[in-house]
Nanobody, 123 residues
C-alpha cells in the first residue's frame, strides 16, 4: 500500500521546537523529484513551507520560515524530516508532506499526500 504518514506534531510554546517526520511506505521517496512540506491553517489556503530535491538534496524555504526550519531526508529510512525551531503562533497549522515528479511547488502538482499532523504554537 502506497502511503505517506506524518508524525511529530503537537502543542508547543512560542520559541519551542518540533521535529516532523514523513515516512513513505510502498514506494521509495527517491523515485520522486521533490518532497514538500505544506501547511494549512484554519480559513487559509494550503501553503508550501519547504521542499527538498531527492536528486541532489537542494532545499527551498518560504521566507516566513527561513532560518528557523530545516528540511532533510534519510533515504535509508525512506523518511523526510522538518525540524522547526523558534516556533511562532503563526506557525500553527496542519502540516502535510507530499511528493511530486518534477520541479514544482504547486500543491496541485503533488500526487501523494499524507494525512497531516497538527502543530499548535501557543502559551
Amino acid at each position: 500500500q502506497v502511503q505517506l504518514v506524518e508524525s511529530g506534531g503537537g502543542l508547543v510554546q512560542p520559541g519551542g521546537s518540533l521535529r516532523l517526520s514523513c515516512v513513505a511506505s510502498g514506494f521509495p521517496l527517491v523515485d520522486y523529484y521533490v518532497i514538500g512540506w505544506f501547511r494549512q491553517a484554519p480559513g487559509k489556503s494550503r501553503e508550501g513551507v519547504s521542499f527538498i530535491k531527492t536528486t541532489d538534496g537542494a532545499t527551498y524555504y518560504v521566507d516566513s520560515v527561513k532560518g528557523r526550519f530545516t528540511i532533510s531526508g534519510d533515504n535509508a529510512k525512506n523518511t523526510v524530516f522538518l525540524q522547526m525551531n523558534s516556533l511562532k503562533p503563526e506557525d500553527t497549522a496542519v502540516y502535510y508532506c507530499a511528493t511530486a515528479r518534477w520541479a514544482t511547488m504547486t500543491p496541485d502538482d503533488f500526487d501523494y499526500w499524507g494525512q497531516g499532523t497538527q502543530v499548535t504554537v501557543s502559551s
